[in-house]
């Protein structure tokens, strides 16, 4: 399998500064779902680098900074599925940054918590979702132009 995070569609990419880049998230979970993902391909968190453990933390805090600018959201839920018992798809370590706004769900309370639930994600599921999730050329024009100003963009 080629790996979409060591080579993503250039239109998808927000930040990069050798390290780690932004990307836009292919099946959105919310409008402006992000990954923080290292340049550099690794599958587990524990084959980091110590300066890309710092550079993802700094790109988690770029990720929510961008999107308070231009998205907006009330709340963030954050985090890594680390392995295929976990969920995790695309063998190259990521984080999801995911903005929420009140009211975008019924039942917010637990967030990450109901990952164990054993619940299919109706996200994946109802492709209509994720399409309606996706961000549109002007959000993403904007989101690029909040992320030009941070030093390292490549």
């Known amino acids: 399998m080629k790996c979409p995070f060591c080579n993503p569609d250039e ?20 409008r402006g779902h ?16 110590g300066e890309e453990v710092g550079a993802i933390l700094k790109g988690i ?3 929510m900074k961008g999107l308070k600018e231009t998205l ?33 769900c019924r039942h917010p309370r637990g967030g990450v918590r109901k990952a164990v639930l054993d619940l299919e994600d109706e996200n994946l599921s109802l492709k209509r979702r994720w ?6 050329d002007w959000d993403i ?11 390292g963009t490549s």
Request: cysteine-free.
């Open 34 to 49: 992000l990954l923080v993902v290292p340049v550099r391909h690794v599958e587990s968190w524990e084959d980091l680098r």
């Open 61 to 63: 805090k770029l990720a």
């Open 141 to 151: 024009k904007r989101l690029k132009e909040e992320f030009s100003h941070q030093p």
């Open 11 to 30: 239109e998808g990419i927000l930040y990069g500064d050798g390290l780690i880049r932004i990307l836009i998230d292919s099946y959105p979970a919310s």
């Open 131 to 136: 399409e309606k999730n996706r961000l549109s």
């Open 72 to 104: 907006r959201p009330d709340a963030f839920n954050v985090g890594i599925n680390l392995g295929k018992a976990a969920g995790q798809t695309v063998p190259h370590l990521h984080v999801h940054v995911i903005p929420r706004w009140e009211g975008d």
